[in-house]
C-alpha cells in the first residue's frame, strides 16, 4: 500500500490533489449554474460529495492507464488529465468540446488522457474494459490497467457479473471500481441487495476485492496503488468498493424527495474536500494557502466557461452531422 505519511509529507502532491477536489467540486457546480440558466442541453448527473472517488483513484493510475468512466464521471475525466476547456465546451454541445458537441455531459472521450468515454448505459462498460485489457495482454504490456467505474446498482447487472467472470477466465489486467454512494437513482442499496456488504460480488469469480472509504482521498490513493500493484504484477483483475456519497440529486431534475434534509447534512460535514482541507491545515498549510488554490481553480472553471461560450455550435448539415459516424 501507498505511503500516507509519505504523501503528507510531499507537499506537491498534497496541493495537486487539494487543487483537483476543488475543481471537480467547482466544475460540477458550475454545471449545475449552467444549467438552471438555461445553456445546457439534455441532462447531467453530478457528482458532487463523490470526488475523493474520481481524484484518488485516478491520482494512484498511470498515465498509461485506461479508463472507463460512469454516467457520473466527470471528476474521473478531470483527474485522468481532460482537458477542462474542452469538456466544458462539449457539455454547452459546442465544435471544440471534447467529442465535438455530439456526446455532451454523459459521454465525454479524452484519448489523449487514455480516457475512453463515459456510459450512460449501467454496467455497460465493463465488458468493454475487458476488451481493453485483452489488447494490453495481447501486446505484452505488462505495466498497464484498464480501470472501469460504476455504481453500487450496477452490481446488480448481468453485463458486470458477466465481466467479473470474463476477467477472472482470462486473468486480464482489469480494475473494477465501485463508487458505492448508497442509492441507485432513488432506490437506497438497503432495498435492492440482501448483502449489503458489495465486496463479496466478487467471491464467485476469485477476484481479489478491496474496500475503503471513499470520501478519504488518500486512503483511496493509497488502496488504489496496491490494487493497481496487484493487478500489474499478478496480471489479474481486482475490485475495489469506494464508499461514498452524492449530496447532489441523482440527475440535474432530482428534488431528492427520497432522503432527507437531515441525511444530507450529515454528510456535506463528511464532504472529501472538507475533510481533505483539515488534513492539510493539520499538516503544515495555512488558511492562505487554501484559499489560493481555491482562487485559482474559480479561475481555472471561469476561463472554461468563457472559451466555451463563445465556441462555434457543431455544424448543422447532413455532411456535418454525418461527419465521424464511421471511420474512414
Known sequence: MADIQGILDD????????????????????????????????TTHLGVGEE??????????????????????????????????????????????ANRGRGGSMHIAAPASNVYGMGGIIGASCPIACGMALSFKMRGEQDRVAAVFFGDGATSEGAVHEAFNLAAVWQLPVLFVCTNNGYGM????????????????????????????????????????????????????????EHTYRTSGH?????????????????????????????????GFSSDE???????QSSLIDEAVAYAETCPDPVATPEGLGMEAYAE
Request: overall charge positive; proline content about 3%.
Open 251 to 283: 440527475s440535474k431534475s432530482d428534488v431528492n424527495r427520497y432522503r432527507t434534509q437531515e441525511e444530507i447534512a450529515e454528510w456535506l460535514d463528511k464532504n472529501p474536500v472538507a475533510r481533505f482541507s483539515k488534513i492539510m491545515l493539520a499538516n
Open 52 to 97: 475523493a472517488t474520481g481524484v484518488g483513484t485516478c491520482f494512484a493510475l498511470k498515465p498509461q492507464d485506461c479508463v472507463l468512466s460512469s454516467h457520473r464521471g466527470h471528476g474521473q475525466t478531470l483527474a485522468k488529465g481532460a482537458d477542462i476547456k474542452a469538456m466544458m465546451a462539449e457539455i454547452l454541445g459546442k465544435e471544440a468540446g
Open 186 to 241: 432513488s432506490t437506497p442499496l438497503r432495498k435492492a441487495v440482501n448483502d449489503m456488504d458489495l465486496t463479496k460480488r466478487a467471491i464467485p469469480f476469485g477476484i481479489r476485492s478491496y474496500e475503503v472509504d471513499g470520501n478519504d482521498v488518500l486512503s483511496v490513493y493509497a488502496t488504489v496503488s496496491e490494487a493497481r500493484e496487484y493487478v500489474v504484477t499478478r496480471q489479474r483483475p481486482a475490485f475495489i468498493v
Open 11 to 42: 507537499n506537491a502532491l498534497m496541493t495537486r490533489i487539494m487543487e483537483y477536489l476543488m475543481l471537480v467540486r467547482k466544475f460540477e457546480e458550475r454545471i449545475l449554474d449552467l444549467y438552471e440558466q438555461g445553456k445546457l442541453y439534455g
Open 290 to 296: 487554501l484559499e489560493a488554490i481555491d482562487a485559482r
